[in-house]
């Protein structure tokens, strides 16, 4: 064990490591990525909101789901998995870390797992600190019942649009007894005016259904569905056209549900879909909304338990940076 001398102290702790010999490792995120904390990408940690511009903040809840748990654990392996991204975005130029204060402000802290609504009401309390405080979001879920509370702390002052990348719409209703699941959030959202429905696109909607008529309300309320097999025949270039048309200007949220990927690339989520995305499409879509008014993102139903050699976990920590790069750039802009 090395030995320090007093002279090599600072603050009571030894001047370690030597960096002197290595100065591309000042900045701690570009050391070895199996080295440090598994923090978010990375980042610091922080619980001090006044020095952060985008936190990025797990949310370890999945109460709302309707078959396949787990997606509680999601936020910690994808910590785990981050530590292997890094500083820049070679296709985009974007250094998010340059461009903003970025750090990972841990988790919502939620101390009454097994009552859905009470805990729903957690999340909210947290994130209207965090609006409060003037961060901008990048939250991991959890399942996707966690992006209502969220909506309803970010969109408290007036509906926000949103681009929901997904396999389903997630406009469900009464579900064994609950309106709060993680098939509902966006109905809710819409309902309590926390969306403006005729500004939300929703991308990569598939798969067998029971009810051929579970995702009316979004079509009856006026929102964008794109289902699979139209996203494939129009081509993301086309697709990211309409939706720079759709939404302009107006403040906009992204949720991005792990299982719009397909299952070769996401295995572990509660309810996979075939036919989905690619990771490079999925990549494509989330550069192609640059130039948005970003308020906040979320990427949910990460199952670590169902997950293989941490495909999922890793596909998920990459588009995670992806999406703090899109954020970054609107952050900035409005700076």
Not at 219 to 238: C, I, N, Q, T, W
Request: with cysteine.
């Amino acid at each position: 064990m090395t030995k320090h001398s007093d002279s090599d102290k600072k603050d009571g702790y030894a001047a370690y490591p030597d960096l002197s010999g290595y100065p591309e490792f000042a900045n701690p995120i570009a050391r070895p990525r199996y080295t440090g904390l598994p923090t978010f990408l990375r980042a610091p940690w922080t619980d001090d909101l006044d020095t952060v511009d985008i936190g990025i903040v797990g949310v370890p809840f999945d109460g709302g789901v309707t078959n396949r748990p787990g997606a509680r654990h999601g936020p910690r392996e994808v910590r785990n998995q981050s530590s292997l991204v890094r500083l820049n975005n070679q296709a985009t130029g974007v250094a998010p870390h340059t461009l903003c204060r970025v750090a990972d402000i841990g988790d919502a802290w939620i101390p009454s797992p097994f009552e859905l609504q009470q805990s729903h009401d957690c999340i909210e309390q947290y994130f209207r600190l965090i609006k409060a405080a003037g961060v901008m979001p990048l939250s991991i879920g959890g399942d996707h019942s966690v992006s209502l509370p969220i909506l309803r702390a970010l969109a408290a002052d007036a509906p926000l649009a949103m681009v929901h990348i997904d396999a389903h719409c997630d406009t469900g209703d009464d579900y064994m007894g609950s309106k709060f699941h993680h098939g509902a959030p966006f109905r809710r959202a819409v309902e309590e005016g926390l969306l403006d429905a005729e500004k939300v696109i929703q991308i990569g909607i598939r798969g067998s259904v029971n009810d051929t008529g579970v995702w009316a309300f979004s079509h009856d309320s006026g929102m964008r569905v794109m289902y699979m097999e139209e996203f494939y025949k129009l081509g993301v270039e086309a697709v990211l056209q309409e939706v720079q048309s759709l939404i302009g200007d107006i403040p906009c949220y992204i949720s991005f549900d792990i299982d719009s990927l397909d299952p070769a690339f996401a295995p572990g989520t509660g309810t996979p879909e075939i036919g989905g995305l690619t990771t490079l499409e999925a990549q494509l879509l989330i550069r192609g909304l640059g130039g948005l008014n970003l308020v906040g993102a979320d990427l949910v139903e990460v199952s670590p338990p169902f997950d293989h050699a941490g495909l999922t976990a890793m596909s998920a920590a990459n588009l995670m940076f992806e999406l703090l790069c899109v954020l970054a750039e609107a952050r900035s802009s409005r700076a």
